[in-house]
């Protein structure tokens, strides 16, 4: 997960930044003067709020004498190129925080340590469920999940009331309510949605009980022709039809909270915690006063939300550190439930954190209360190295996706995908 944490907070949507502590050495730690030790942690620039990674490293610092910890805080751009030197060297980072997609890739190179007999003393068994895959490859533990965000749906209070509408608990309410709000006022979109907006596509998926990717025997193999993708596909189109937005862009292309819902007509859109915040400072800076309201994707039924892709991150050991009994330690305290509670608070609730049980109570209809709401049925992608690939620009989930959009069949579209994604997924 790539990005620069900004969270929405409550329902006013106020914008946190949250920034680490740290040198900019980049260097690995080991022993200091007079046998003292050095334990030298990354982070990534907005993932560790400063008043909790003191906290956690006081503690650890206080049962520990004679070791202190070195947090330094990484960028995003560059960041796979500079992980994949630094853990083939002899003096990486004890501990490092991982974008939960990448996290199977270094662990396939033998670049991270094998956490699986630590599982009890980690607190794997109170691990989120949706979080914890992507920490295991191959039936082994590489990583302890450390926070993760998803998708909601935001809305303009005032359009929806001017509808008659209330926020949906399944996806016949949602298109109900989409139909009526653009009866309502024509010049409105009911939902601002681009076409290639893929990881709420795979939230369709797996609602269907697919998947993006199967596993094939000892190899992978691209699902988008399976009745279930296709199923997907069908929902996106007809949800997509709502909307004004691009078939060929995504919501980043252009970025939605700032360049578009701030100038108005929107009546709903999908989208992250910081782009809520976004949307609302732009909309403060143009004299403008957002409104909004939040609730999770619908789901096929009223009994569970729609599901949603979890962005965010693990934090793991290095192979290759020259401390790793205490770098396991490390870990233990900052992915135990009584550290990620104060780190939920310290968000407020705007992340959420590995163990259900430490989860903030967020304010009543703020952003996180209802992206708390989806947590349990929150995924990944396919967990493998090869995933990677698939991503990589031309994306042929995206370009699958606007072929549909403007026409083509989903299942011969999906068919033409899948086999650019058995090609990427099985690469090494």
């Given at each position: ?233 069908n929902f996106y189109k007809e949800l997509q039809s709502y909307s004004t937005a691009p078939k060929d862009k995504d919501e980043a292309t252009p970025q939605q909270s700032t360049d578009i819902v701030p100038k108005g007509g929107v009546a709903s859109w999908i ?89 903030f109570t967020p304010a009543a209809g703020s952003f996180a209360e209802a992206m708390a709401k989806a947590a349990p049925v929150g995924r990944i992608t396919p967990v493998t190295p090869g995933w990677a690939n698939v991503e990589t620009a031309p994306n042929p989930i995206k370009d699958y996706m606007t072929k549909v959009l403007k026409g083509e069949d989903a299942k011969k579209a999906g068919e033409a995908a899948d086999k650019v994604i058995t090609e990427r997924i099985n690469q090494q």
């Amino acid at each position: 997960m790539k990005r620069k944490l900004v969270a929405a907070i409550g329902a006013a949507g106020m914008m946190v930044g949250v920034a680490a502590c740290g040198s900019d050495d980049g260097k690995g730690g080991g022993t200091g003067a007079g046998g003292d030790k050095t334990l030298t942690v990354w982070v990534m620039d907005g993932s560790a709020p400063d008043a909790w990674i003191k906290d956690v490293n006081k503690q650890f610092e206080a049962t520990h004498k004679g070791v202190k910890v070195k947090v330094e805080e990484q960028q995003w751009n560059g960041i796979q190129e500079k992980v994949t030197t630094a853990l083939s060297e002899d003096t990486p980072p004890d501990v490092l925080e991982l974008g939960n997609t990448q996290t199977a890739g270094y662990a396939a190179t033998g670049g991270l340590a094998d956490l699986t007999e630590d599982k009890a003393a980690l607190g794997y068994d109170g691990w989120n469920k949706g979080m914890l895959a992507s920490n295991e490859l191959d039936g082994k533990l590489y990583s302890a999940p450390w926070y993760a965000a998803n998708r909601v749906v935001v809305y303009d209070k005032a359009a929806f009331k001017k509808a008659g509408v209330t926020p949906p608990k399944t996806r016949a309410e949602w298109i109900e309510g989409l139909k009526k709000i653009k009866a309502s006022d024509p010049k409105t979109q009911p939902i601002y949605l681009p076409g290639q907006s893929w990881y709420v596509y795979a939230g369709f998926v797996w609602d269907e009980g697919g998947d993006l990717a199967v596993k094939d025997g000892d190899t992978w193999k691209g699902n988008l022709s399976s009745p279930q993708a296709v199923a997907a596909m069908n929902f996106y189109k007809e949800l997509q039809s709502y909307s004004t937005a691009p078939k060929d862009k995504d919501e980043a292309t252009p970025q939605q909270s700032t360049d578009i819902v701030p100038k108005g007509g929107v009546a709903s859109w999908i989208g992250l915690g910081w782009e809520a915040g976004g949307a609302i400072e732009a909309m403060k800076k143009a004299g403008k006063t957002a409104d909004f309201g939040y609730f999770p994707i619908p789901g096929k039924t009223a009994d569970k939300p729609g599901s949603v892709f979890f962005g965010g991150s693990n934090l793991a050991v290095s192979e290759r550190s020259r401390n790793k009994d205490l770098a396991k330690e490390w870990l233990a305290l900052a992915a135990g439930k009584e550290q990620m509670a104060k780190y939920a608070a310290a968000t407020q609730g705007a992340l959420l954190p590995n163990n259900d049980a430490a989860q903030f109570t967020p304010a009543a209809g703020s952003f996180a209360e209802a992206m708390a709401k989806a947590a349990p049925v929150g995924r990944i992608t396919p967990v493998t190295p090869g995933w990677a690939n698939v991503e990589t620009a031309p994306n042929p989930i995206k370009d699958y996706m606007t072929k549909v959009l403007k026409g083509e069949d989903a299942k011969k579209a999906g068919e033409a995908a899948d086999k650019v994604i058995t090609e990427r997924i099985n690469q090494q």
